[in-house]
């Protein structure tokens, strides 16, 4: 049997940790490897490798993806779809793993509803994928955040400032829910919920009254810009905000314990599926055990916030 491995859409650290436990445990069940360089982009033009043992040697600390990955929105054609079956037949592949997020699961399941072999492995540093209470790379990035708003923070005690700091989060505020209530910011702004510049500038007020140091906001990239949120603020209340806007080093670095178990779990769970002929299915977790989340759901539904943490952060906030 032959099987192929791609890293797609956003990279995650703990990718790395994934491909090698595909691809190590394959072998070990007597099966050839083949990875797909740049996700469905590489997929559709053919972009395939043979990998062994000790091609994924040494890589499990490190972030990013050996298998590289680009963005392909042309993949979600008719004849996208087309030509990356047309390029795993020409390589004789038996089935597919996808490694990625909601973006990436949606691809696979197109070529799933097409009958092709896949299963998917959770991975996104968002935690946005339905069904999963985790996914490969979100604790990594989470503790990026949250070590880079600590220093933040340093200097808006020691000048007495507003900080506004942009995290991660186009569609979905989880990795800023969870880093806000982390690094005890006093206002966690996220797009699944509106917010009123007014109230947040009196509540800015009413904290340093009360001889607070500093005020941090943590603020979702879907749900504000960071420049716009601070610009709002001083029109209506003539409060300055100094900008921080992490970026990219969320995604990058060498992953946690958490991250790299997680992903060695999700990657041989993944072979086992195609072991056992269990096809369409996402490798996720819940209650900490391994759980196989159907394609269809994931793509069709979208990861409710956590109303308990939401409220959680109310209280903390004060």
Not at 75 to 81: D, K, L, M, T, Y
Not at 120 to 132: F, L
Not at 240 to 255: C, D, E, F, K, T
Request: aromatic content about 6%; charged content about 20%.
């Amino acid at each position: 049997m032959r099987i192929a491995v791609l890293t797609s859409g956003g990279d995650a650290p703990g990718m790395n940790a994934a491909v090698r436990a595909v691809t190590r445990t394959a072998i070990y069940k007597g099966m050839e490897v083949m990875g797909v360089k740049k996700g469905f982009a590489g997929l559709m033009t053919g972009e395939f490798k043979k990998m062994c043992s000790r091609d994924v040697g040494s890589i499990l600390s490190l972030g990013g993806t050996i298998l590289l990955t680009a963005r392909a929105p042309e993949f979600s054609s008719e004849e996208g779809i087309n030509r990356a079956l047309a390029s795993l037949k020409k390589y004789q592949i038996d089935a597919l793993v996808v490694i990625g997020g909601n973006g990436s699961q949606r691809g696979s399941n197109d070529l799933h509803k097409k009958g092709f072999p896949v299963v998917g492995i959770a991975s996104t540093i968002d935690n946005d994928v339905y069904g999963t209470h985790s996914t490969i790379g979100f604790d990594t990035a989470l503790n990026n955040a949250v070590g880079a708003i600590d220093k933040i923070r340093d200097t808006a005690t020691s000048h007495q400032r507003v900080f506004v700091v942009e995290v991660m989060g186009r569609d979905r505020g989880i990795l800023a829910l969870h880093c806000g209530i982390a690094v005890g910011a006093d206002c966690i702004v996220i797009p699944e919920r509106s917010f009123n510049i007014n109230q947040i500038s009196e509540k800015i007020k009413g904290n340093f009254e009360l001889g607070k140091k500093h005020f941090i906001v943590v603020l979702a990239e879907g749900a504000a810009k960071a420049e716009k949120f601070a610009d709002a603020l001083q029109l209506v209340s003539g409060i300055h905000a100094s900008i921080s806007v992490l970026g990219y080093l969320q995604r990058g670095g060498n992953p946690t314990f958490q991250d790299r178990f997680l992903a060695t779990n999700f990657g041989v769970n993944s072979v086992q599926l195609i072991e056992q002929k269990k096809f369409g299915y996402i490798v996720g977790v819940q209650n900490n055990h391994v759980v196989h989340i159907p394609m269809e759901d994931v793509a069709t539904n979208i990861k409710p916030i956590d109303e308990n943490l939401f409220e959680l952060q109310k209280y903390l906030c004060i």
